[in-house]
């Protein structure tokens, strides 16, 4: 139960914490995935409108997406793992409410309450994560994180598939609910508290001015993109224009800002960040019609379309073990941008696709795109968290689940809007021959029903051609030609939806290229850092200091000192040896003269320059350096080699004189006449006991001021 941060050694229950991570993670993206084959059932059975399954949709990532920088810092501040047992509860309590519910109005609301819980989950597995591991093994680590999402995107309609083939859509709610409960007792077992050391004030104004800007430009771009920008959309629009512009004023005048904008001027945080953003806005918007054709053009069930999915979380797994071994030999640079490259390519096949495609023109894109997800989402993710020192971590996690999510809203709005335009525009002409015409020339209320769901998408044209099929066998003929149109439409606008991804893709990837540094102009990923940060701030002055040079003199001369025994006078190993020679002729060889010896050797000892002394000079450096750079605060240059030298050496110079000055006092402290023993081995030097008492130390506790943790 010992909070990560008062650790002295690396957590040994770490990777099965991981494991609970990951689950946390996993039912977080599946709530998203499985709804690809849930909508439809869902559709059919609550008669859903067009504006109401987006609203099943939005509901969980309006607020998903809007929360999670919130929620990170609230889980800094007081518990990070407390943040991911309530997040879970929530979760579950979510869950079970929109299994059990039968009304439009409850499937929304319950997708709200599980959408807030996500967000208080997902930035407490990846702050969590990052506490919890050194930095050796942080990249590691987050590669397996980055992993499950991957595997998430698969199991996700897999799983809902098989329910659905014996259950309605409630059972898809349930999917989460045992492994949420798994979770939940593996974090409370397995997962260490942990939160941020001194994190200040939370800013609650940041942080309302946040949650506005994120859930008002997601929902203006969701809206506008299906429904037209008429003038509720706009409004929104012009709300969360003005809301990010207040963000950015209050944070940059705030002493504790919930989000320092000042960091993006980092081109690997920036860099990473708009990554995350640009490859999900794609990836997300590609998964999502790529599904659609398979479950309704190629007619797979929900069971039949998770299992070809599977692909894309093998290649995801794939990627990120060459990840793992090409980041730390060329740099986020080649890793981030060869993915992003890999994710064009994928796009850019997209385009052939026509209406006579079957699964095997797929499996490349599918295969391409999740080794494209491998190889970028890790580094970018341990970029970002690399960037955030260990009290904002959660601030950290919630910036790249919000790019993460953002950028999924954006893709499935963005391109989900291409896409619906232009299969409208392609399966226009066919619908003019809509049969269910009135003697006026207006359809009947069925009839325009109909045609209405034809034209929305191609799973309406799908529906809409089986129902003329069961209810009149005269118009099957006409019910096979919608469906024919319907998927050669969707082909095109395939196509069509594609080009425009793979333009975004590719102006994505050449700007994160020029915005993430090389290898050698920066470390980027957190597992390069050096783990030593230094204490204090330490600057060369640009005009020397007469003071320190003097202070460096003195200390200089004191620390070369030889002992004056072993110049003036027999060393106190000769003077031991010659004590025991004349003791030894008027006493009994069994008996141990140590009254004389011990004389000589404190003698002879305390010649040397005493802790006290090299205290003394060690402490009038240090304030002298620390003076010097009070006044030039401005320069950004670290301490000299030469500096550091001196202070390693003192430091070493420091512990041997404390060992030699406790062990001479030790033994002046013996008896004048012991009692006759018997000598069963030479007795030991000055010297040898020194070192024997140093080496059956079993934990040494630095006893010197925080300037010597720092090594060179």
Known sequence: MTPVQDMHKPYPRRWSALVVLCLSLLIVVMANTSLLVAAPSMTLDLSLTS??????????????????????????????????????????AGSIAGALTDATLGVIMARIVMGVAAAIVMPATLSLLV????????????????????????????????????????STFLINVPIALAAIVGAVVLVPPSRAVGPGAIDWIGGLLSVLAVSTVVYAIIEGMHFGWTVGPLYFGLVGLLSIVGFVGWELRHDNPLLDVRMFSSRILGGATLAVLVFFLVTFGAIYFVAQYLQFALGYGPVSTGVHLLPLAGAVFVGSGITMWLTPKFGPRVTVTAGMIVGTLSVVSLIGIDPTATYSDFLPVLTLLGLAIGLSVSPCTDAIMGEFP??????????????????????????????????????????????????NGQYTGQAAEGLAASQDSLAGAVIVSDIIRAQNAFLSGFADNLQANAIAAFGDAVAHTSLVAAVVFGV?????????????????????????????????????????????????????????????KPSARHALRAAEEDASKAVPKTVLPRTVAETALVDAELERPSIYQLASKVYELDASVARQASVNAKSGERVTIHQLALSNLARTRRVEAEEALDAALELSDLPAAPEPVQRAAPLQTFYQRASTQHANCTEFKERSSSMWAMPL
């Open 390 to 439: 260990d009290s904002k971590l959660g601030v950290g996690g919630g910036l790249n689940d919000t790019a993460l999510e953002l950028g999924g809203s954006l893709g499935i709005a963005v391109l989900g809007s291409v896409l619906a335009a232009s299969y409208r525009q392609g399966i226009e002409g066919f619908l003019h021959t809509f049969p269910g015409k009135q003697p």
């Open 131 to 170: 506490a919890t591991f050194p930095k050796r093994e942080r990249a590691t680590a987050v590669t397996v994180w980055a992993a499950t999402s991957g595997l998430a995107i698969a199991a996700g309609p897999l799983l809902a598939g098989w329910l659905l083939e014996s259950f309605t859509w409630h």
């Open 51 to 92: 504006s109401d399954l987006q609203w099943v949709i939005d509901g969980y990532t309006v607020p998903y997406a809007s929360l999670m920088l919130l929620c990170g810092v609230i889980g800094d501040r007081y518990s990070r793992r407390g943040a991911l047992i309530l997040g879970l509860i929530i979760f579950v």
């Open 508 to 568: 994505g990837t050449v700007i994160v290229a020029l915005l993430i540094p090389s290898r050698s102009a920066a470390l980027a990923t957190s597992s390069e850092r050096i783990a030593f940060e230094p204490i204090v701030p330490f600057v060369v002055p640009p005009v020397k200091d007469g003071a320190a040079d003097r202070e460096v003199a003195e200390l200089e001369q004191l620390l070369e000192r030889p002992s004056a025994a072993k110049i003036e």
